[in-house]
């Protein structure tokens, strides 16, 4: 596809279930980026990925939150024993790798997360 | 750390009139400012950064280091700008994570 594309589009679920979103970045984009939107807020960056490696997870707020990208593509973002907290939009988007780019970033639609 | 502040929530200006939506940064060092723009049930999107000085859908910005600001101008809003704006900063030093304010609505009146 020409962007990037995060499945699914909506999601909701129990308080306490475990939750996975998926990203599929821009091709040829080896930096991808996940980043949590709350009503009312800006986006908020959670973690970000060069290549293979979390080059970044500073922002993930909790151990309850872990992401991976095992192959340098697709990224999936974990979220464990889900909390009403963590209801928002997560957003993820993808740039080239040089960090002249990072700011440039070409975002997907989102998932919105709702807990219940 | 660094911070990103956009003191409206809300700006309502008529078609034709100018528009500016304000963004404020702190940060000590020198960052890279940005707006990014979300049109209704559209992805969020990159107007325009401070480094390429360049102006995008008749948007300009100016990064003013003395003041910490970054402000949004078009002489001459029209219907289609309405939209959600976000300015961002990116702290540099080797960091990709970008710092974003809580965004400004803008609403075009015809």
């Known amino acids: 596809g020409a962007g990037v594309s995060q499945t699914p589009s909506n999601k909701v679920t129990e308080k306490g279930k475990y939750v996975e979103l998926r990203c599929d970045p821009i091709?040829?984009?080896?930096?991808l980026y996940w980043y949590r939107q709350s009503l009312g807020q800006g986006p908020e960056f959670l973690i970000y990925?060069?290549?293979?490696?979390?080059?970044?997870d500073s922002g993930l707020p909790n151990d309850r939150f872990f992401a991976v990208r095992p192959e340098g593509s697709v990224s999936t973002l974990k979220i464990q024993r889900t909390e009403r907290g963590d209801s928002a939009v997560y957003l993820c988007?993808?740039?080239?790798?040089?960090?002249?780019?990072?700011?440039?970033?070409?975002f997907g639609q989102g998932t919105r997360l709702t807990v219940v | 750390a660094q911070r990103v502040t956009q003191p409206e929530k809300l700006l309502s200006v008529f078609k034709g009139a100018p528009v500016e939506l304000k963004c404020n940064y702190s940060?000590?060092?020198?960052?890279?400012l940005f707006w990014y723009v979300q049109y209704s049930r559209q992805r969020l999107q990159l107007l325009l950064r401070?480094?390429s000085r360049e102006s995008i859908k008749g948007f300009t910005a100016d990064l003013n280091k003395g003041e910490t600001s970054f402000h949004l101008k078009k002489p001459f809003a029209q219907e289609e700008d309405s939209a959600m704006y976000y300015c961002?900063?990116?702290?540099?030093?080797?960091?990709?994570?970008?710092?974003f304010g809580k965004g400004t609505k803008l609403s075009v009146i015809p």
């Open positions: 990925f060069q290549g293979t490696g979390a080059a970044d």
């Open positions: 091709s040829g984009h080896t930096a």
């Open positions: 988007a993808s740039s080239r790798p040089m960090i002249a780019e990072a700011g440039s970033a070409f």
């Open positions: 961002a900063l990116r702290s540099g030093a080797g960091s990709y994570q970008l710092t």
């Open positions: 940060y000590s060092g020198s960052p890279e």
């Open positions: 401070h480094i």
